[in-house]
């Protein structure tokens, strides 16, 4: 059975640091690429980051480069997200995906699994 558990979220202030984890079973983790998108309510899921298979090539959003950093660890099928100088914008749910085909302009739909979201809420 394929699961994909987020945890780290939480409330934080404007500027602050936050890291969110992903523990990933039920599939081969090393042959899949990883990502993670947010969603505020009303809108579409987007792109957040991605990292592939090896952990060598890591992919991000304008909206989040130079502040948010994808990492994975293949030996403990888990994958994470360091964000830093956090803002309100950055509030939303975040969600870390599976792909087990590298789609080269990702959109929600080419990602097959998919974690139940974790809050992140950026606010003074």
């Known amino acids: 059975q394929v699961q994909l558990v987020e945890s780290g979220g939480g409330l934080v202030q404007p500027g602050g640091l936050l890291t969110l984890s992903c523990a990933a079973s039920g599939f081969t983790f090393s042959d899949v690429v990883m990502d993670w998108f947010r969603q505020i309510p009303g809108q579409q899921r987007e792109f957040v980051a991605r990292?592939?298979?090896?952990?060598?090539?890591?992919e991000y959003a304008d909206s989040v480069k130079g502040r948010f950093t994808i990492s994975r660890d293949n030996g403990k099928s888990m994958v994470y997200l360091q964000m830093s100088s956090l803002k309100p914008d950055d509030s939303a749910v975040y969600y870390c995906?599976?792909?087990?085909?590298?789609?080269?302009?990702?959109?929600?739909?080419?990602?097959?699994?998919w974690g139940q979201g974790t809050q992140v809420t950026v606010s003074s």
């Open positions: 995906g599976a792909e087990r085909s590298y789609t080269p302009i990702i959109t929600a739909g080419d990602v097959d699994y």
């Open positions: 990292v592939s298979r090896g952990g060598r090539v890591k």
